[in-house]
């Protein structure tokens, strides 16, 4: 698995392991993994993120 780190523009700072770091035009999305065969996936709206990257290895 990968890490990512997302900071927030209220500066709290979040770290995941995941498989990928998605970006679109409403937000950030970090797949998790699967639970029961169904994705887990944490998403936060572009409007409160500062930054969003994976943490080199």
């Known amino acids: 698995m990968k890490k990512f780190k997302v900071s927030l523009k209220d500066g709290e700072k979040i770290t995941f392991e995941g498989d990928r770091l998605v970006r679109d035009g409403q ?31």
């Open 27 to 57: 937000g950030v999305h970090i797949m998790i993994g699967t639970v029961e065969k169904e994705s887990v996936i944490a998403t936060f709206d572009n409007g409160d993120v500062a930054s969003a990257y994976e943490v080199p290895a």
